[in-house]
């Protein structure tokens, strides 16, 4: 899939989550008060505890409303309540569910920016996501030359001025959804794998140092709402994506 705009649908009332899908869904974190209320009441004690420490209200509440919208999704699929969902976490902080929460093995991730919010879920496949609001950055080549492998600097080099800033926020948002799909946090060096930048060339891990397969891994990329790029990495899976919008 290419890095084209794509809509989001209001999901089926019985959805499901099937080994033939890939399923994103895009949650407003920017909710009316009575909304962030119903949805606070799903969230565990330590997910209370986390939210209560941010110092301004807005990061409260996004956060409220983001791991809320999480919740409800998984409830959805498992037809559970919310509420009794009980996360595990890995070494470096990804929630994953239980294997006794079903036969299906959901996996998933979310990324946030600003004030939307990205969801991936798949069967049994790991799978990272990452979402960032394209926007002017004087610094990109700065970053790239800090943080991208020397193939990454290259390309993002020979793109137009005017495709820059959208080939950076490509190549970062590419990056952050390999890593996360990992799940090793920041301890996986941004420099050691390589994924495609340019506009309209396809999604794709290049190269992974000491790895003979990065073919294991497929990228998806695309745009949404508001000049927003999304990408997500996938563990050897070839299914087909499905766009919802999340409302209450």
Not at 56 to 68: A, C, P, T, Y
Not at 95 to 104: I, R
Not at 121 to 127: A, D, G, L, P, R
Request: proline content about 5%; hydrophobic content about 35%; overall charge neutral.
């Amino acid at each position: 899939m290419t890095d084209t705009h794509v809509k989001f649908h209001s999901p089926p009332s019985d959805i499901k989550l099937t080994d033939g899908f890939i399923d994103i869904w895009l949650g407003k974190l920017d909710q009316p008060d009575e909304t962030i209320q119903s949805l606070m009441k799903s969230l565990s004690n330590s997910e209370i505890n986390r939210a209560v420490k941010y110092r301004l209200d807005r990061d409260k509440n996004r956060f409220i409303v983001g791991r809320g919208i999480l919740r409800d999704i998984i409830g959805r699929y498992l037809n559970m309540e919310p509420h009794v969902i009980n996360f595990q976490y890995g070494k470096f902080g990804k929630p994953y569910l239980p294997d006794s929460y079903s036969d299906k093995k959901i996996k998933f991730n979310l990324a946030h920016s600003r004030g939307i919010a990205i969801y991936a879920f798949v069967s049994e496949k790991e799978i990272g996501v990452d979402v960032e609001c394209v926007r002017e950055m004087p610094d990109v080549d700065y970053i790239a030359d800090s943080f991208f492998s020397s193939p990454e600097v290259s390309a993002l080099r020979s793109v137009s001025e005017d495709q820059k800033q959208e080939a950076f926020f490509n190549c970062w948002t590419r990056k952050e959804a390999y890593i996360k799909a990992l799940g090793d946090g920041l301890t996986h060096s941004l420099d050691q794998f390589s994924v495609s930048l340019i506009p309209g060339e396809e999604p794709k891990i290049l190269e992974i140092k000491n790895s003979p397969n990065p073919e294991k891994w497929s990228l998806r990329a695309f745009k949404t709402e508001d000049n927003y790029i999304a990408a997500v990495a996938v563990e050897n899976c070839k299914r087909d994506m499905r766009f919802w919008k999340w409302k209450q």
